[in-house]
């Protein structure tokens, strides 16, 4: 596929998302990039000098047939509504990876009966390794759908989503769920550490430990329950360390983070 994408916005997001969709083959002069931030231009002019970069929204959207807003949830109102007419005028499929903002009010912002997906992606796609959750609205058909797709697979996984309002769930388990995994690393550091290990000892065993077992986990055809119960001989040190954490609470404590964090994406949306 090259149709063309204009990306309204090319921070951080559209740029890990346009180095993806280069690095998958895409042609880098059916890509356009819009962004009033001459910073953010350069950046984009310096990486991928054929692709199409401007400060008029306009001029990007007036050559697609994907536009990806990808500017913060705090201006998309105001930049949808001002390129309106220029919308209108193309229909394309617009993509949104703004956090919280709904597709309904994306489309009425754009002036009504446009296919919109809305996806949720995290912060790993910046190294092409992003959980991205989507949903379509009805006017999205099966091409479009596949469009969208191949858009967020060149940054890391997709999955699909029944329903829109998922996409709250998601927000809490793959959109925050990187800050989680974080933490996790942080605490399994500290620990190492408060065990007597150097620090940068603890630092490098803690990280290349969530990697592995996420890595192992990805490439095995057994779920984690089973992996978990591999390493965990009877009497030995794995069961005493789950044991602690399994009376420490620490999937009820889960739950409970998650449902927080549900609720504070439904409330932003
Ligand atoms: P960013 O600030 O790096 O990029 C936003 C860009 O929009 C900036 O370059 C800004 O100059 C540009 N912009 C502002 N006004 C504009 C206008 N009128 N027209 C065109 N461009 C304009 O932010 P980001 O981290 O890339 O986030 C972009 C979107 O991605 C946000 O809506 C965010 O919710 C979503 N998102 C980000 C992440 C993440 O991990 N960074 C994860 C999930 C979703």
Redo the contacts with the bound molecule.
Sequence with gaps: MNENIAF???????RSLIGGLVADGWNPSALWA????ED?RALVGRHWPDIHVTDV?AEAIAHCEVLVL????Q??A??AR?MAPQVQARKPLVVS?????RSEDIERWLGGDLAVVRC????P??VGSGATGLAANTRVDARQRDLAESLLRAVGMTVWLEDEAQLDAVTALS?SGPAYCFLFIEALEDAGTALGLPRETARLLALQTAFGAAKLALESDEDAATLRARVTSRGGTTERALAVLEAGELRELMQRALTAARDRSHELA
């Design positions: 309204i916005g090319a921070g951080n997001m559209a819009a962004d009033p931030s953010q929204n990808a500017v913060k949830p201006v998309m105001e930049v001002a990876i703004a956090a919280g903002v949720m992606p995290n912060t796609a910046l959109g």
